[in-house]
C-alpha cells in the first residue's frame, strides 16, 4: 500500500519507529525493536545498525512480513530488501535522509557506512 501524503509527512518526522518482523510460524511478531527510519520518495526505509548479522534483519529477510510501530500507530508490514548493487542512487537518497533527519547524532555517520546501507529494507503497509 502506498504511503497517503499525512503517513509521509508524519512518519518523515517521526522518531519513534519499531519494527517486529514475525517469527518462524510466519504469525507471531518479534520483540519490538527501536530503529532509525527515513521517508524517500514517498517510501519508508530502515537500515541495521549491525548490517546484515543484525537479528532483526535476518527476520525481516528470512519471513518478510511483520509489525511495525510509528507516531503511535501499528501497522502489518511488508519487508522488501533494497540492494546496493543497482540501487545507488536510491541509497544515496536514503544516506541524504538520514543526514537531514539525524543530523548531530554520533551515530549518524555509522548508519551511512556500507554495513547499515547492505543491510537496508523498505517498509510496505499492508
Known amino acids: 500500500m502506498t504511503l497517503t501524503t499525512t503517513q509521509q509527512e508524519t512518519f518523515a518526522q517521526a522518531d519513534d519507529f519499531h519494527i517486529a518482523p514475525y517469527r518462524a510460524d510466519g504469525t507471531t511478531p518479534g520483540t519490538l525493536t527501536w530503529i532509525w527510519s527515513v521517508v524517500v520518495d514517498g517510501d519508508l526505509y530502515v537500515r541495521a545498525w549491525n548490517g546484515q548479522q543484525s537479528r532483526w534483519y535476518n527476520a525481516a529477510k528470512d519471513q518478510g512480513a511483520g509489525k511495525i ?37 554520533q551515530y549518524m555517520p555509522p548508519m551511512i557506512a556500507d554495513g547499515p546501507r547492505n543491510a537496508t529494507v523498505r517498509v510496505i503497509l499492508k
Open 69 to 105: 510501530m510509528i507516531a503511535g500507530n501499528e501497522y502489518t508490514v511488508a519487508f522488501e530488501l533494497v540492494p546496493v548493487t543497482g540501487h545507488e542512487a536510491l541509497q544515496d537518497e536514503i544516506d541524504d535522509a538520514y543526514r537531514t533527519k539525524y543530523a548531530g547524532s
